[in-house]
């Protein structure tokens, strides 16, 4: 269902059909498909096969980065940092940019350096870097708690 609605969606072996996308992705995320509740998030922010909405791109986001999606977690901060659906917020954004940041995800750490904080970007680096290397030389049979950030 989720892999379909990205063919109509994107036009992947299908004619694009974005109405047909965001039901399959409504769908799929009622389901409890994370990707799809990111994506479905996209379609309401952009009003991509379906209305523009703002509240509704807000609800699937939150539950997506509850279960942990950085590109969620992301979008969750460009709200906060925007005012959309939520209170313009900048410490509301840093934190969710630090969450999708500790993932890896370079957009949440160039909002972090276009915010002025690219000290905690850049530590948030150093610190998985430092626990990837510790964790190598202990051995794979010890687990390392996530970094956790500060802020």
């Keep these: ?40 998030g996209l379609c309401a922010w952009f009003g991509e096969g379906m209305a523009q909405d703002d509240q509704v791109a807000l609800k699937w986001w939150k539950q997506a980065a509850a279960e942990g ?48 904080v690219a000290d905690m970007s850049q530590g948030i680096l150093a610190g998985k870097k430092a626990a990837q290397e510790l964790g190598d030389a202990l051995g794979s049979e010890r687990q390392l708690p996530a970094f956790q950030s500060v802020v």
């Design 1 to 40: 269902m989720f892999d379909m609605s990205i063919c109509y969606r994107h036009g992947y072996g299908a004619r694009i059909e974005i109405e047909s996308a965001a039901k399959l992705l409504a769908h799929a995320a009622e389901l409890g498909h994370t990707k799809a509740m990111v994506e479905l």
């Design 69 to 116: 999606s950085a590109v969620a977690q992301y979008s969750l901060g460009v709200m906060h940092e925007l005012g959309r659906a939520v209170q313009r917020q900048d410490q509301r954004a840093v934190e969710h940019y630090c969450a999708a940041a500790e993932q890896g995800y370079h957009p949440a750490l160039q909002a972090l350096q276009d915010l002025g």
